[in-house]
């Protein structure tokens, strides 16, 4: 594996550790090319704050500091610049116009909330309701179509404590799409650093009999998740368990600004 595109930044205030000690670990680990995607910031209304990312004021900082440490480190690693965007019709046009005022090199989508932060609920708390299943599914396919995003993050990360032919039926739709639209499916890294609920037995063996294209992603928020597949206690059982290989996880890069 020498390609990770999930690394985040101390901006979200929940993560830890500078750019350049992910990079360094990154460098440690035999990596060749490290995305950095922190959780992107949003247009919101002025009395709205998310303690989950950083503000829209953060944006030149973030790449300014992000296209010094790519110069610095070139003949070691490629460095990316991106962001992990929350996709939502109200808000996703005029994050877009703004992201694209400064280097951006891919984005990808992690669908927390449904139909966003402001109006909706997070995905990750459990819960049995069909329509909140649908209302997600709905979200995540909606973001996807745009094109614009490289790959679907922990597309399993909802909670759905429901029976398990309801959440096939609806959770199915998104592998479809992507196979439709060729995006790779993340199988997320962090879930084994502290028994997360995800990735979920589930949802992967029903998305490997469509075959989609998958990718790991450390979602790194400590410089030491920055780390080889085998190190990730319980991932390479699972990965064996859903016939899932990951081969150097370089995947095509979609670029957002067009």
Not at 4 to 19: D, F, L, Q, V
Not at 188 to 209: I, L, V
Request: glycine share 6%.
């Amino acid at each position: 594996m020498i390609a990770n595109y999930h690394t985040h930044t101390i901006r979200c205030n929940h993560a830890k550790g500078t750019e350049r000690e992910y990079i360094e670990q990154a460098i440690k680990e035999g990596f060749k090319i490290l995305g950095f995607s922190d959780h992107v910031p949003q247009p919101y209304p002025e009395d709205f704050y998310s303690w989950i990312r950083m503000r829209m004021s953060e944006l030149p900082d973030y790449t300014e500091t992000l296209v010094k440490l790519r110069e610095e480190y070139k003949k070691d690693i490629q460095i990316l610049i991106g962001y992990e965007v929350e996709y939502s019709s109200r808000f996703f046009p005029d994050l877009i116009k703004e992201l694209r005022k400064y280097p951006l090199d891919y984005l990808i989508q992690g669908q927390h909330f449904a139909i966003n932060e402001v109006d909706g609920f997070y995905v990750g708390e459990a819960f049995d309701s069909e329509e909140k299943l649908i209302s997600y599914v709905d979200t995540t396919i909606e973001g996807m179509e745009t094109g614009l995003f490289t790959y679907l993050a922990h597309p399993d990360l909802p909670k759905y404590e429901g029976p398990d032919d309801i959440y096939c039926k609806h959770m199915r739709r998104i592998v479809e799409k992507a196979v439709e639209l060729k995006i790779p499916l993340e199988i997320n890294m962090y879930g084994f650093s502290d028994g997360r609920h995800y990735p979920c037995d589930r949802f992967f063996k029903m998305a490997k009999e469509l075959k989609p294209k998958f990718v790991l992603g450390c979602d790194a928020h400590i410089p030491e998740l920055i780390r080889q597949p085998e190190s990730a206690p319980g991932l390479s059982a699972f990965l064996a368990k859903h016939g899932i290989e990951y081969g150097d996880n370089v995947i095509e890069i979609r670029d957002p600004n067009v």
